[in-house]
C-alpha cells in the first residue's frame, strides 16, 4: 500500500545551525501537508504544497515538493529552541475517500543551546 | 478558530473494560478522523467519518468501533481494552474539501493496566 517515509528519525541541531528533514511517498501525491507538534501538544499543520517544484518559506522555514511530487523536504535555517518539536509529513491517500491522509512517522528535533 | 475538543486528557482503564473516547469539534466539519500515535510509528488512522453515521476503516481499526450520531461529535470506542491500545489517541476534523487540513484535538493518553 501508499507509504510515506520520514529521515531522519532524530535530529540533534545546535543552536544557530541548520538543518534538513526529508519525506518520501510510495506513489505520486497530489499534495503534502506538513504538521509541527510540540512536547506534550497536538500536530498542528504548517503548510500544504501542491504544485511540482513549489517552494514556500515561513520565516525562518522553507519547504519543497519535488519534481516528480513524490518527494519533499523541510529545511529550518538557523535553527531556535522554539524548532524543537516532532515534525510531520502527510500525504492524501489516493485510493479512498477525500480527506484521508498518510503521516509519515516523524522526525523529532531536539535543539541544544 | 476550529476548536476540537477531547473530553479526557489522561484515562487509566483495566484490561476488559469498555472504553469510551469522545471528541466534538465545533467548526460544523464533515470529516472527523481518530489516530493513535506511537513513538516511531507515527500518527495511524484508526477509523474516519465523512458523514454523520457514516464511518470508514483506518489503517488499524481492529478492537476498535466508532459511533457518530451527530455532525460534531464522533466517539471511539474500545470494546475490550487491552494493554496493546495503550497509546496517545488524536481526534482531528477538517471540512469537504479536497486536501483540507486537519485541525486535532489535544489528545488521550490511554493506559491500560
Known amino acids: 500500500g501508499q507509504q510515506v517515509m520520514q529521515i531522519p528519525q532524530y535530529q540533534h541541531v545546535q543552536e544557530g545551525e541548520d538543518f534538513t528533514t526529508y519525506c518520501n511517498s510510495s506513489?505520486?501525491?497530489?499534495?503534502i501537508q506538513w504538521y509541527k507538534q510540540r512536547p506534550g501538544g497536538h500536530p498542528v499543520f504548517l503548510i500544504q504544497?501542491?504544485?511540482?517544484?513549489e517552494v514556500k518559506k515561513q520565516k525562518r522555514l522553507t519547504f519543497q515538493f519535488g519534481e516528480a511530487k513524490k518527494n519533499s523536504s523541510l529545511h529550518i535555517t538557523a535553527t531556535q529552541t522554539t524548532d524543537v518539536g516532532t515534525y510531520f509529513c502527510?500525504?492524501?491517500?489516493?485510493?479512498?475517500?477525500?480527506?484521508?491522509?498518510?503521516f509519515g512517522a516523524g522526525t523529532q528535533v531536539v535543539v541544544t543551546p | 478558530d476550529v476548536k476540537v475538543t477531547q473530553s479526557s486528557r489522561y484515562l487509566v482503564k483495566r484490561t476488559g473494560e469498555k472504553v469510551f473516547l469522545e471528541c466534538v469539534q465545533d467548526?460544523?466539519?464533515?470529516?472527523m478522523f481518530w489516530y493513535r500515535q506511537d513513538p516511531g510509528l507515527g500518527l495511524r488512522l484508526i477509523y474516519f467519518?465523512?458523514?454523520?453515521?457514516?464511518?470508514e476503516k483506518g489503517d488499524i481499526p481492529e478492537g476498535y468501533s466508532v459511533s457518530r450520531e451527530k455532525k460534531e461529535r464522533f466517539s471511539l470506542i474500545l470494546e475490550s481494552a487491552s494493554t496493546n491500545q495503550t497509546s496517545m489517541y488524536l481526534c482531528?476534523?477538517?471540512?469537504?474539501?479536497?486536501?483540507?487540513?486537519?485541525?486535532f484535538g489535544n489528545g488521550t493518553r490511554l493506559t491500560v493496566t
Open positions: 467519518s465523512y458523514d454523520v453515521k457514516m464511518k
Open positions: 506513489t505520486t501525491l497530489s499534495n
Open positions: 467548526m460544523d466539519h464533515e470529516n
Open positions: 482531528a476534523s477538517s471540512p469537504w474539501t479536497e486536501n483540507s487540513p486537519l485541525h
Open positions: 504544497l501542491v504544485k511540482s517544484g
Open positions: 502527510a500525504g492524501p491517500v489516493t485510493t479512498d475517500s477525500w480527506g484521508k491522509f498518510q
